[in-house]
């Protein structure tokens, strides 16, 4: 492609409203431009990135087993009530209404399009194992969209669904997915990890996210530093406590802390180290009042409580239902002497032996707290992992100690099991002609946000860098001096012989400086580089890949390298 022939407006500065350097970079170097907050248009580079990751991705896919599919974007609110999620997924479902005021969502993700495709269509375990996939916009509402595809309000996702008559094939299937997804990543050049994660309101059991490791990243991944280990920090779970190691109990009193209500300044007014404290959290968990009870220098992991609780909400109680309760506000509760409530502790707090923690009394605090003689006797029951993890901790697996990095979402993999076919009534008939639900399973790859995600990994000061997989063009070719006949007669025989051999070409023809060019292509990211200036009357041109310095070829090297 001529650049003079195409739309690449790249810009000098930086955008007012960009943060984070992939934004800043695709919006000056001409692959996106933003139409509404989280919208944007992909311009000729961008598309033609997207596309490629789009290639990577079906290989990946149909190497995998699946077929593609193009299912709807507009979706019956029907088929989200069946399964119950039209009144739970939240503000991020964009909802709306037809001229004859039936309800319609544009679709978040598809597991109840593809259920209700399915249960219509397959009936006999003969028919499974099946999978099938897309690659479709997406809508969700997000409140704030922010860092360009990052967090947008349309994107591109590659969705995939497969169907099992057996836990057995799901496990196999998921597993053949998951690999395909270390191969999608790889190819596309980036810095990632697969960690455990929460499935939150998609349902499931086992799951996997895919994490692009990046400062920006909203995702915080505690990992081994010794081996493979690696989860989400929502599920990072704790070594389990057998046996709680406490001290003789010491003495309870109850001591006078006038205005001290957090932490730090109890911790200090009476001091004692905040790992001393116990925090009292009092919580709704769905319409339940439970007291939660954590070191003073731990925080409460919701999705952990969750589970352990087995509800869908958590919220902090007012300050009045606190009274209500405990005869205080917060800042004065503590779990001593309470019947009337739940009391689910951490297991790092069963180890206190001498603690201190509110006295339910406004102005008051308890020390010398024993946690088994005071709270609970040490069972499931009443102590359970509910803490985040914390950098130095143990991994899980045993082997290492816990390090902390930011990771961006780039794909997630799902066990969905029957969540969906029970609820929407998916059955097939198994070999012995019983009636059975589908087990299934899901599969996502955000396709439009993989582009930025690599863009922030793959990026330097003077702009983008692209992988030779996913860049725009396979050569950047630039002409410094179109008006120099011996200038223009190599670069177009380049160009010619390149396309003939199937090499895409991006040939900058343009009647521009030479700075200009030169700034141009650094910005665009296409890393091999081709340049014909003043030694082409020696049938000699400059290649260079990525940052490398400059090398001087003649042609027939210069058109070996890009072969090879």
């Given amino acids: 492609m001529r650049q003079s022939n195409t739309h690449i407006p790249t810009l000098r500065d930086v955008p ?80 709306l209404e037809d001229r004859h005021q039936r309800e319609f969502a544009l679709g978040a993700t598809h597991e109840e ?23 479709q916009t997406k809508f969700r509402d997000e409140k704030r969209p922010r860092f360009g595809l990052l967090r947008g309000r349309e994107f591109l996702m590659k969705d995939a669904y497969t169907f099992h008559l057996t836990n057995e094939s799901l496990d196999e299937f998921y597993q053949r997915i998951f ?31 895919f994490m ?79 007291l939660v009870v954590l070191r003073g220098d731990h925080e409460l ?67 010398g707290v024993h946690a088994i003689r005071d709270i609970a006797p040490f069972s499931e029951e009443h102590y359970a992992d509910i803490r985040n993890i914390q950098e130095g901790d143990p991994s899980p697996d045993g082997r290492g100690k816990i390090v902390f990095a930011r990771g961006i979402e780039v794909g997630h993999v799902f066990k969905l099991g029957k969540k969906y076919s029970e609820a929407m009534d998916a059955t097939i008939l198994d070999q012995n002609g019983k009636s059975q639900h589908i087990i299934m399973g899901s599969y996502g790859i955000g396709v439009s946000r993989l582009l930025a ?29 179109p008006k120099d006949e011996e200038q223009h007669s190599l670069a177009e025989k380049l160009y010619q012989e390149m396309k003939e051999t199937g090499t895409s070409v991006l040939y900058d023809d343009r009647k521009e400086r030479a700075g200009v060019k030169f700034a141009d292509a650094d910005l665009i990211g296409i890393p091999t580089r081709i340049i014909v200036g003043k030694q082409a009357a020696e049938g000699k041109i ?6 490398e310095p400059k090398e001087v070829l003649t042609v027939e090297e210069a058109l070996a390298a890009v072969r090879s």
């Fill in 212 to 290: 692009a490791l990046s400062e920006i990243g909203e995702d915080t991944i505690a990992y081994s530093d010794e081996s493979n280990y690696a989860a989400n920090i929502e599920m990072a779970a704790l070594p389990k406590l057998e046996k709680p190691e406490i001290g003789e109990p010491k003495e309870l009193a109850k001591v006078e802390t006038p205005v001290q209500k957090t932490i730090a300044d109890v911790a200090s007014f009476l001091n004692v180290t905040a790992a001393q404290c116990m925090k009292s959290l009092l919580v709704k968990a769905d319409d339940e009042l439970v």
């Fill in 301 to 367: 992991n919701e999705t952990k409580l969750k589970n352990v609780l087995q509800v869908e909400d958590i919220t902090l109680a007012t300050d009045d239902e606190a009274r209500e309760a405990l005869g205080t506000g917060h800042g004065f509760i503590g779990p001593v002497g309470v019947s009337s409530l739940r009391i689910i502790a951490d297991q790092a707090v069963a180890e206190l032996d001498d603690a201190v923690c509110g006295a339910n009394e406004a102005g008051y605090h308890y020390t």
């Fill in 113 to 135: 399009m593809i259920t209700s495709l399915l249960r219509d269509e397959v009936n006999s375990y003969k028919q499974l194992p099946l999978g099938l996939f897309q690659i």
């Fill in 16 to 95: 007012a409203d960009a943060e984070v350097r992939s934004h800043q970079l695709l919006v000056r170097a001409g692959y996106i431009r933003q139409s509404a907050a989280g919208i944007y248009s992909f311009l000729p580079l961008g598309l033609r990135v997207l596309s490629r990751v789009k290639e990577i991705v079906r290989e990946e896919m149909e190497a995998a087993g699946l077929s593609e599919i193009l299912m709807p974007a507009l979706q019956l609110s029907d088929l989200w009530k069946e399964s119950g999620r039209w009144s739970v997924y939240g503000p991020e479902l964009m909802r």
């Fill in 542 to 547: 400059e290649f260079s890949k990525g940052r």
């Fill in 453 to 481: 995600a690599v863009a922030e990994q793959q990026a330097d000061e003077k702009g983008l860098l692209w992988p030779e997989t996913i860049a725009p063009y396979d050569v950047h070719l630039l002409v410094m001096n």
């Fill in 179 to 209: 690999t395909a997804y270390e191969n999608v990543f790889t190819r596309c050049g980036m810095n990632f990890r697969a960690v455990l994660a929460d499935s939150g309101a998609m349902g499931g059991t086992d799951n996997h996210e």
